[in-house]
């Protein structure tokens, strides 16, 4: 039996056909499909974990108890996760452990581009890349049972199009295996103090020998001879790019891309006249196979950057591509916005009239750095909001020679910004923090996390309580709960407590538009009233993609002798109106008006 799948499906399909029970992670695009399919399976456990680092942890205590366990995340997730990572690269598993990283190659929806194939060889653990859905099952597989074989952690990389694209893929039935879950004690093992860990140290170096032993035998490793005048080392999906734009050439196809099979290069290369390594990203298989001594051309003619395509691989070996030029000038721009009724509109247009600096965060609310919202003055990583705007409070002084904000969402502040603010609060700052809660994770699809009351799995839950979070971490002078999308009010908050001293905290509180779309459906939507508008444009500087300017003439009205300056009017857009009142909060003429009146 086929089916058509995408590359984390197929993971997901791979890991639950192979027997894993266990899979925990943090939402993260590339890579939130995975779990979200595997918990769907019968007889698996599942979870959002509150971060990437928590993820792992607990991946690895289930792998420890025998269970085989995955941890899910993007490529900026491992530097999240990196502490236990490297440790556990010492103390093997008892079971089975797989880390799945999904790099984004031309950063679609992420803060930097790294490429997580140097994590493998930093922390000396295997790493497997599969370059289609198929692989993508078949190598979550193997990588359990590389786990089990070689007692090691073992890293499955994707990029966004392996995990994002679409190939027809076996199905299978799951495996028969025997519960081999148990506790087993093995403090010289498990108990990384010094004397222990110098021990493992020495086992990582014997357990990578076997690798490389093992990796020149590896099927997944591949070599398809054609033309002994070209001869291509790639992985992954610039494989199918460089077979697209050069099927008669040879290729050494490699499926363990860490460790490399010295062997099988140094074979492939004597077979061929010039040698090509191609790789998205950093030079990492062509500055060992320099290491290796072999001639070999990678990045003098590829680009460091972004995602290849066949045309990319084309104009790299012949300075000239044959693809078919894509002009954009014909496609209307369409910037991305927040959603029409978002509530972080309302936080954001408030927050831009104070002219304090906005230190942001990650999530969907990061949109509102650009005009007209103009909201948010820097962006580093998740969690990192509170502790910028920490740091610039102290820098500033007690004078202030500015006032500062940290904005954090909901879910990341319960990834990373919970310790940030024990430490802004412990550490006296003099700063106004704000979670702006919307109830759920909603950059990456609306997914749970401990403050909506629901698991992955949909078990109900505890929900955190921020308020009382807050006041416990030490910010009890000052804890208030807004509803953003009540536009005065906000202000006054955050007027005042831009005024007070100490560090402050604000719950902006307002479900996402998303989760409220059945109720905005049925909301009565808002019209311009075209007597009473005076075309003064306030309301479009909220930035809300349901309001449009039009000139008299493209909007099917008769110009206005009487108000010689007003060329045309503001023009909602009812099918994407979805009722939340922030514009007829800012018309100083109430002339935007509800459907009833």
């Known amino acids: ?70 941890a899910v995340m ?79 952690p073992v890293f499955l990389r994707t990029t966004t199009r392996v995990s994002h694209s679409k190939s027809v893929v076996r199905i299978e039935p799951q495996a028969a295996l025997e519960d081999r879950t148990d506790i087993r004690h093995l403090p010289l093992k498990y108990v990384m103090v010094p004397i222990n860990a110098r021990t493992r140290r020495v086992e990582v170096e014997k357990r990578t020998l076997a690798l490389r032993e093992w990796a020149e035998t590896f099927p997944g490793n591949r070599v398809e001879m054609g033309s002994d005048e070209v001869g291509i080392i790639t992985a992954g999906m610039p494989y199918n790019y460089a077979k697209d734009a050069f099927p008669d050439y040879s290729y050494l196809k490699l499926g363990l891309v860490h460790p ?88 954001f247009y408030a927050l831009n009239k104070t002219k304090a600096f906005v230190s942001g965060d990650i999530g969907c609310y990061t949109l509102s750095y650009m005009k007209p919202l103009a909201g948010m003055d820097s962006c580093i990583c998740m969690g990192a909001s509170i502790g910028i705007a920490h740091g610039m409070s102290k820098a500033l002084g007690p004078k202030g020679k500015g006032k500062v904000v940290g904005v954090i969402g909901d879910s990341t502040f319960i990834h990373s910004g919970i310790t940030t603010l024990l430490n802004a609060a412990y550490n006296r ?74 560090p402050s905290l604000i719950i902006s509180r307002s479900p996402c ?43 099917g009205m008769p110009p206005r002798p009487e108000r010689k300056k007003q060329k045309g009017i503001a023009v909602i857009d009812a099918t994407l109106c979805t009722g939340c009142t922030l514009c007829a909060q800012l018309c100083r003429q109430e002339a935007i008006l509800r459907e009833d009146g």
Not at 275 to 288: G, H, K, N, R, T
Not at 513 to 526: E, I, P
């Open 1 to 70: 039996m086929q089916e058509l799948m995408s590359g984390n499906e197929a993971i997901a399909r791979g890991a639950w056909e192979c027997g894993a029970t266990f899979g925990a992670g943090y939402p993260g695009t590339p890579s939130t499909e995975i779990l979200e399919t595997f918990a769907q399976y019968k007889g698996v456990y599942a979870e959002w974990s509150p971060n990437e680092k928590v993820g792992l942890e607990v991946a690895i205590g289930a792998a420890f108890a025998g269970a085989r366990a995955m």
């Open 513 to 555: 538009v998303l989760l409220m779309s059945k109720k905005a459906a049925r909301a009565k939507h808002f019209f311009t009233d075209p007597e009473t508008c005076i075309g003064c444009k306030v309301c479009l500087t909220c930035g809300c993609p349901a309001i449009s300017w039009k000139d008299f003439e493209k909007a």
């Open 429 to 502: 700052s003099d700063a106004v923090f704000i979670i702006a809660d919307n109830r759920t994770t909603a950059m990456t699809g609306m997914q749970e996390h401990p403050a909506t009351g629901y698991t992955l799995q949909g078990e109900k839950a505890k929900e955190l309580d921020f308020e009382a979070l807050g006041k416990v971490l030490g910010v009890d002078s000052s804890v208030e709960v807004i509803d953003p999308l009540q536009f005065k009010n906000t202000t006054e908050v955050l007027k005042r407590e831009l005024q007070k001293d100490g």
């Open 260 to 347: 490399l099979p010295e062997k099988r290069i140094r074979d492939f290369a004597s077979k061929v006249k010039k040698l090509y390594v191609v790789e998205e990203l950093d030079p990492f298989i062509e500055e060992q196979v320099r290491a290796m001594g072999i001639e070999v051309t990678g990045k003098a003619v590829f680009p460091y950057t972004n995602e290849f395509d066949p045309g990319v691989i084309e104009k790299g070996l012949t300075g000239t591509s044959s693809a078919p030029a894509v002009t954009l000038q014909t496609i209307p721009p369409r910037p991305p916005n927040l959603c029409p009724g978002c509530p972080h509109r309302g936080l």
């Open 74 to 152: 993007k490529h900026v997730g491992v530097n999240v996760a990196a502490d236990p990572l490297f440790t556990v690269s010492y103390t093997g598993t008892n079971g089975a452990l797989v880390i799945i990283t999904a790099d984004d190659p031309s950063l679609h929806s992420s803060q930097n581009e790294q490429d997580n194939r140097n994590y493998a060889k930093f922390a000396k653990i295997p790493m497997l890349e599969p370059a289609d859905s198929q692989e993508a099952k078949d190598f979550i597989k193997l990588a359990f049972e590389l786990s089990e074989k070689f007692d090691t």
